[in-house]
């Protein structure tokens, strides 16, 4: 069982740029993928960006060249720096990670864009 922790949200106005982390209890090497996903206030969860094989990174239209997604092997930790950030970004960010067989949720960290 795989324990992941985020941190790194918090309250931003708009334009400005937040970190966030999201540490595993064990190494990540096991893991096929590590991604972020947010849920909007009012909406379902919605998939944000993904780390695949450690080297494949995807994001949904919407945050593509705003959100960078990274990795620390030997800190067994993934990052999500998002930069420009819009009140539209305004939701709770959760990560992901797993393999063909497992998946792991945290337990989500708020971030709040200002207008």
């Known amino acids: 069982q795989v324990q992941l922790v985020e941190s790194g949200g918090g309250l931003v106005q708009a334009g400005g740029s937040l970190r966030l982390s999201c540490a595993a209890s064990?190494?990540?090497?096991?893991?096929?993928?590590m991604g972020w996903y947010r849920q909007r206030p009012g909406k379902q969860r919605e998939w944000v960006a993904k780390l695949t094989r450690g080297v494949i990174t995807t994001y949904t239209t919407s945050v593509r060249g705003r959100f960078t997604i990274s990795r620390d092997n030997a800190k067994n930790t993934v990052y999500l720096q998002m930069n420009n950030l819009e009140p539209e970004d305004t939701a709770v960010y959760y990560c992901?990670?797993?393999?063909?067989?497992?998946?792991?949720w945290g337990q989500g960290t708020q971030v709040t864009v200002s207008s």
């Open positions: 992901n990670a797993g393999s063909s067989t497992q998946n792991y």
């Open positions: 064990q190494s990540i090497f096991a893991l096929n993928y």
